[in-house]
T-cell receptor, first 113, second 113 residues
Framework: DTEVTQTPKHLVMGMTNKKSLKCEQHMGHRAMYWYKQKAKKPPELMFVYSYEKLSINESVPSRFSPECPNSSLLNLHLHALQPEDSALYLC????????????FGPGTRLTVL | DQQVKQNSPSLSVQEGRISILNCDYTNSMFDYFLWYKKYPAEGPTFLISISSIKDKNEDGRFTVFLNKSAKHLSLHIVPSQPGDSAVYFCAAKTQGGSEKLVFGKGTKLTVNP
């Protein structure tokens, strides 16, 4: 099994709050992804880190700020979010240049009040 | 423009019978295809994939067929079990590692006992 952990599982925040989502993996996979998924919709890519460098930013608003401090950790910093940002935020990993399959974590359910 | 299409939002089958989920794509640059299964409020689980150099890949009860000329793939589940009830997403990408996955909108499969 490919294990990707995400914390917290649930998060409720106000529009003025600052919070962070965390993703951790110990598979040594070198590509890490943030996706956003709204109800009854497919996952939408937000960011890709490849070998700890940001390689894809899908024109995400600056109120979402990703960070990859090392090869095992991926953070998503949140600030001044809007209620429409409420969604399931998913982290995924892949082997980078050597792999095509992406493996997802359980997600963080975010509610913005 | 929807590059990956799953035209059936839902499918209902009897336990023990075959489930066939379909997916079409428009982008001829896609050369790697994946199927994911998703339960509510959980991350997608990788099921099976296929490269464009193959036309079939099998893993236990799951078989994926690829028809490149028709830009069509299908997932067969035999025999279907009630635990297979979930939303199934088809996804496509270009090979080479940390490239973007493009998802279809999903098909909700219900397997009735």
């Amino acid at each position: 099994d490919t294990e990707v952990t995400q914390t917290p599982k649930h998060l409720v925040m106000g529009m003025t709050n600052k919070k962070s989502l965390k993703c951790e993996q110990h598979m040594g996979h070198r590509a890490m992804y943030w996706y956003k998924q709204k109800a009854k919709k497919p996952p939408e890519l937000m960011f890709v880190y490849s070998y700890e460098k940001l390689s894809i930013n899908e024109s995400v608003p600056s109120r979402f700020s990703p960070e990859c401090p090392n090869s095992s950790l991926l953070n998503l910093h949140l600030h001044a979010l809007q209620p429409e940002d409420s969604a399931l935020y998913l982290c995924a990993i892949s082997q980078g240049r050597a792999g095509n399959e992406q493996f997802f974590g359980p997600g963080t359910r975010l509610t913005v009040l | 423009d929807q590059q990956v299409k799953q035209n059936s939002p839902s499918l209902s089958v009897q336990e023990g019978r075959i489930s066939i989920l379909n997916c079409d794509y428009t982008n001829s640059m896609f050369d790697y295809f994946l199927w994911y299964k998703k339960y509510p409020a959980e991350g997608p689980t990788f099921l099976i994939s296929i490269s464009s150099i193959k036309d079939k890949n099998e893993d236990g009860r799951f078989t994926v067929f690829l028809n490149k000329s028709a830009k069509h793939l299908s997932l067969h589940i035999v025999p279907s079990q009630p635990g297979d009830s979930a939303v199934y997403f088809c996804a496509a990408k270009t090979q080479g590692g940390s490239e973007k996955l493009v998802f279809g909108k999903g098909t909700k499969l219900t397997v009735n006992p």
